[in-house]
Nanobody, 116 residues
């Protein structure tokens, strides 16, 4: 079955960096686009960054452009989110997502807290 497992969340100071990872299994990873979402306390889940199946196309929310970079390693079946210049408003649970044959799959998320 499709499984997505996020890791890398942590407590970090404003201005710091983190790299999130999402390990995928149960489907042909190289054939599907991948998306990172986040959900802050009391807010709706929002799309942060997406990447096409072979990594040639990426897109970002305006709030993270120039600070976050999404990438993937199809050999390792892993998608990454490099987050730089983190701000307190980046605090959220970050989720990995893919849609396989019309069905959305989610990981359990990893918590990123940006605070002094």
């Amino acid at each position: 079955q499709v499984q997505l497992v996020e890791s890398g969340g942590d407590l970090v100071q404003p201005g710091g960096s983190l790299r999130l990872s999402c390990a995928a299994s149960g489907f042909t990873f190289s054939g599907y686009s991948m998306t990172w979402y986040r959900q802050a306390p009391g807010k709706e889940r929002e799309s942060v960054a997406g990447i096409s199946s072979i990594g040639g196309t990426t897109n970002y929310a305006d709030s993270v452009k120039g600070r976050f970079t999404i990438s993937r390693d199809n050999a390792k079946k892993t998608v990454y989110l490099q987050m730089n210049f983190l701000k307190p408003e980046d605090t959220a649970v970050y989720y990995c997502n893919t849609k396989v044959i019309g069905i959305d799959y989610w990981g359990k998320g990893t918590l990123v807290t940006v605070s002094l």
